[in-house]
């Protein structure tokens, strides 16, 4: 079936360093979204990528969306504490209405 | 806050007993999806509902049902519960049902003793 794999599944890193996170899918995607989830909280929606090779930043976060619309990374700039949670991507297939979410990769920074 | 609200918060019950959590979308949203998230996992969808109909299914197993009544609100029935049914349960929400963001509930934690 239709598999979204999120590497890696941890990153310990100190305070200050940058952090990036993969998404790969097996098909072709549609859009791809982003989420993070606070330890205890819930996901909560940060951006949607929809063309093939867009790039678009959030203050310290860069979202990029393959070319083959197969890929995609998130690139955290000198982590803060504040960036610790786990972080999914989550793509849409164009003949389905699911939203597959990858497994997630948890961010823990050292302060 | 997402606009989204779930009850009960947290729900301890026994193997063998059916439970039912509910999740009111936020005001205006007709899609609601059911997400099951168990310790250390990802989010695994079980099913959406749009404006009252069925529109999508994962992987929900048979022993588990939901619905979504006229006012929006949804449901989702869990019976025959395992242990290993034990996990976070969450609601999300969206204006419409392709290529929309999902504004997710706080969850509901499930523990089958």
């Known amino acids: 079936g239709q598999q979204v794999m999120q590497i890696p599944q941890y990153q310990h890193v100190q305070e200050g360093e940058d952090f990036t996170t993969y998404c790969n899918s097996s098909t072709t995607l549609s859009n791809i979204q982003w989420y993070k989830q606070r330890p205890g909280g819930h996901p909560v929606f940060l951006i949607q990528l929809v063309k093939s090779g867009e790039v678009k930043k959030q203050k310290r976060l860069t979202f990029q969306f393959g070319e083959a619309k197969k890929n995609s990374s998130l690139h955290i700039t000198a982590t803060q504490t504040t960036d610790v949670g786990t972080y999914f991507c989550a793509g849409r297939v164009d003949s389905s209405y699911k939203l597959i979410f990858g497994s997630g990769t948890r961010l823990l920074v050292r302060p | ?113």
């Not at chain 2, 949804?74 to 034990?86: A, F, P, R, V, Y």
């Open chain 2, 1 to 113: 806050d997402s606009g989204v609200t779930q009850t009960p918060k947290h729900l301890i019950t026994a193997t063998g007993q059916r439970v039912t959590l509910r999740c009111s979308p936020r005001s205006g949203d007709l899609s609601v999806y059911w997400y099951q998230q168990s310790l250390d996992q990802g989010l695994q969808f079980l099913i959406q509902y749009y404006n009252g109909e069925e529109r999508a299914k994962g992987n929900i197993l048979e022993r588990f049902s939901a619905q979504q009544f006229p006012d929006l609100h949804s449901e989702l029935n869990l019976s025959s519960l395992e242990l290993g049914d034990s996990a976070l349960y969450f609601c999300a929400s969206s204006a419409w049902d392709y290529e929309e963001t999902q504004y997710f509930g706080p969850g509901t934690r499930l523990l089958v003793l």
